[in-house]
């Protein structure tokens, strides 16, 4: 049963805690996990909900040509976590819809621990359709979202209830996925405290984080779909000017309008967040990582000589400007080794040339969408031809999941394997299959430099780089979302082109291209080669300055400071 003492409840659609549980499908998922194992580190008293996914996100399978298919993801629940006995329902169109809970337990640093509860409908009382509501992240059609954002928001907020959390004094929406607890949360104070204040006294236990300025990120679903789905116990009547236009229920706009506290996930962010949600104050806190968790076993052990405690004190890798070059080289090659080994032994669309743990390697592993541009590299290909030929070694690693309707992301994964190919005799280009939480500490930990090109300013903060940056690899970053942050140029890596708010620009993109070319040509490449101490330099800064603050245990004391208390 509960703890009594929780006082958070920190509700996300996807949760990332083990590679073998498919329970995330991205950035989201991931940060939503190393938010709450930090709490577990820090003890402060914080619960998870989620769905549990029983099929997964999916399981990435590239073809030949190059094509993404998706293959269901088979995993024995039982081995990850633990049943509740304890069941809640909803009604969905006029069906009770039974919820069973599974629990995860997540253990900090300190032997403190937070609980996090997967929220489940495939019980034999349900229909075959509620049965599946669990299923696919993010799968099926508005219709099926609903119904999901129903078990999880108004769901999750009952699940909790019955478990003995009944002191909650914030609940933490990361994302608007969620936002169904709040029409479920005024129904219970209404019950208790009849009409007077409810709204207000909602709106203090809510605390809202908006992740993302792409429309697309943005559920909103037809006010005759909510009210068949939600039925009358749930009036949207009189919310048309807060969060209901042209007829939708917008769920960004609902958790805008019930939230105490809103933020943006990186400065500029919430600048551009400001701006797009007028009339609302959106605060910042830029996102951060699990440090003990991103950082490799070669460097986790150079920490444990030189800066003792620093899994429960992150600030304390400051200290890292104290460690002699040579012993971070050294880790980052036995990390290195582990990729490249990895590499070369897995199946992968590209060459059959192996890769070697001398040539200066670049990783590049993001969702494949066109506003991540993971094509940029290749804008002029005569150019990096001749950089590959000027410094003779090169070689890339890619990898990334396109949504599975995300047909222009399927054709950029096509496009640089076919590049891969075509490029086979100048530079070593693969990408790696199924890009998961194991495959990400490889990518990260291994590589000496890592790529990020976004189309600014849709980056809302981005987060791989930091996991980068606590294994002292330096990132070649478009300058948005938290490298506008991070970047010291030359110290704890390099910005490509400068800040602009301009989208969709031709100018824009050359002048990004040529500035990643001129940055590898010029300053990167010659670096590493010719001087490579003072490479080492800069990644020891990477280290120092960013793994030190762009990390969850800043982050949650952050959140505890602005919107917790």
Known sequence: MANNNIRIAYFSMEISLQSGMPTYAGGLGILAGDTLRSAADMNIPMVGVSLLPRRGYFRQQLGHDGWQQEAHVDWIIEDYLEEIESRTSVNIEGRTVIIRAWKYCLSGGGGDKVFVYFLDTNLPENSAFDRSLADFLYGGDSHYRLCQEVVLGIGGVRMLKVLGY??????????????????????????????????????????????????????????????????????????????????????????????????????????????????YRVDSITNGVHAATWTSQPMQRLFDEYMPG???????????????????????????????????????????????????????????????????????????????????????????????????????????????????????????????????????????????????????????????????????????????????????????????TLQNAPTQYLQEAGSLYDKLEQIILPLYYQDQEDYVDVMRHAIALNGSYFNTERMLNQYVTKAYY
């Open 166 to 279: 009944n002191q909650l004094q914030r609940f933490h929406l990361n994302e608007g996925h969620a936002s169904l607890l709040i029409l479920e949360l005024l129904e219970q104070k209404r019950k208790l405290d009849g009409d007077a204040q409810v709204e207000q006294m909602v709106r203090d236990l809510c605390v809202f984080t908006t992740h993302t300025p792409v429309p697309a990120g943005h559920d909103q679903f037809p006010l005759s779909m909510i009210a068949s789905v939600l039925g009358p116990e749930y009036s949207m009547a009189g919310c048309e000017d807060h969060f209901c236009f042209n007829n939708k229920l917008n769920m960004t706009y609902l958790a805008l309008a019930n939230s105490r506290y809103i933020n943006g996930v990186a400065k500029k962010h919430s600048q551009l967040s400001r701006q797009m949600y007028a009339g």
């Open 310 to 500: 620093w899994q429960m004190d992150n600030l304390s890798l400051r200290g890292a400007l104290n460690i002699p070059t040579s012993s971070i080289q050294q880790a980052h090659q036995s990390a290195k080794k582990a990729l490249i080994e990895y590499v070369n032994n897995s199946s992968h669309t590209g060459p059959d040339k192996k890769m070697d743990e001398e040539t200066f390697t670049i990783g590049f592993a993001r969702r494949s969408t066109v506003y991540k541009r993971p094509d940029l590299l290749f804008t002029d290909i005569d150019r990096l031809k001749k950089i590959c030929a000027k410094f003779v070694r090169l070689q890339i690693i890619f990898s990334g999941k396109a949504h599975p309707q995300d047909r222009e992301g399927k054709l950029l994964i096509q496009k640089i394997i076919g590049l891969g190919h075509k490029l086979n005799r100048h530079i070593n280009i693969v990408y790696l299959n199924n890009y998961d939480i194991a495959l990400a500490k490889l990518l990260t930990s291994g590589c000496d430099l890592w790529l990020n090109t976004p189309q600014p300013p849709l980056e809302a903060s981005g987060t791989s780089g930091m996991k980068a940056a606590l294994n002292g690899v330096p990132s070649l970053s478009t300058m948005d979302g938290w490298w506008l942050e991070g970047c010291i140029e030359g110290v704890t890596g390099w910005g490509i082109g400068v800040p602009s």
